[in-house]
């Protein structure tokens, strides 16, 4: 079954990307808590994702938006497709 792009549907992919990082962030923050020599330079990692992550999400929003995201656009749909 093809995916019709919507707005909806690029909305629906970017918030569970989103939460999927989310989800991931959780883990270097255990492992930091479970491992003190990893505590400076995890601490570095996660300033640096926090940082990073809001713009890298704007990002990809405008890309889908623009004429140029074809490729990307197809990307996206492919990975929210239903498995078959």
Same mark, same amino acid.
């Given at each position: 079954?093809?995916? !019709?792009?919507?707005? &909806?549907?690029?909305?629906? +992919? #970017?918030?569970? !990307?989103?939460?999927? +990082?989310?989800?991931?962030?959780?883990?270097?923050? &255990?492992? +930091?808590?479970?491992?003190?020599?990893?505590?400076? +330079?995890?601490?570095?990692?996660?300033?640096?994702?926090? =940082?990073? #992550?809001? =713009?890298? #999400?704007?990002? &990809?929003?405008?890309? !889908?938006?623009?004429?140029?995201?074809?490729? =990307?656009?197809?990307? =996206?749909?492919?990975w929210?497709?239903?498995?078959?």
């Amino acid at each position: 079954m093809m995916m !019709v792009w919507t707005d &909806a549907a690029e909305a629906g +992919i #970017l918030e569970r !990307v989103d939460a999927a +990082i989310a989800d991931t962030s959780k883990e270097p923050h &255990a492992y +930091i808590k479970a491992h003190a020599e990893f505590m400076e +330079i995890g601490d570095r990692m996660l300033q640096q994702w926090a =940082l990073t #992550l809001p =713009l890298s #999400l704007k990002a &990809a929003r405008a890309t !889908v938006r623009s004429s140029k995201s074809d490729t =990307l656009r197809r990307a =996206l749909m492919a990975w929210n497709a239903p498995a078959e």
